[in-house]
């Protein structure tokens, strides 16, 4: 059974920074991926790592956003930094592309002015 649990949300000022963790169970190492739903928003892809850890971010999300993984703890991260009120979302990780079935719940990350 695949398990994917988000954490490392939370309230940040704008300008500040943080680090999500997704540890994944069932699933070996598959090619991985950070989403994000923003309020009233369609849920949209952030950044992902491959099985080699080649990794790709979003465009408008170059810079700020790196994607990492650790192979032994089958745990992908997500840092970001220089946050700003539109990263406020609920984030998510899974596999690349993703699995329908496997959403987990996220983890809040809300931007304060």
């Known amino acids: 059974q695949v398990q994917l649990v988000e954490s490392g949300g939370g309230l940040v000022q704008a300008g500040g920074s943080m680090r999500l963790s997704c540890t994944a169970s069932?699933?070996?190492?598959?090619?991985m991926a950070w989403y994000r739903q923003a309020p009233g928003k369609q849920r949209e892809f952030v950044a992902r790592i491959s099985v080699t850890g080649v990794t790709s971010v979003q465009n408008d999300l170059r810079g700020r956003f790196t994607v990492a993984r650790d192979y032994d703890k089958n745990t992908v991260y997500l840092q970001i930094r220089n946050l700003q009120q539109e990263d406020t979302a609920v984030y998510y990780c899974?596999?690349?592309?993703?699995?329908?079935?496997?959403w987990g719940q996220g983890t809040q990350v809300t931007v304060s002015s």
């Open positions: 899974n596999t690349y592309p993703p699995r329908t079935n496997s």
């Open positions: 069932g699933i070996g190492n598959p090619a």
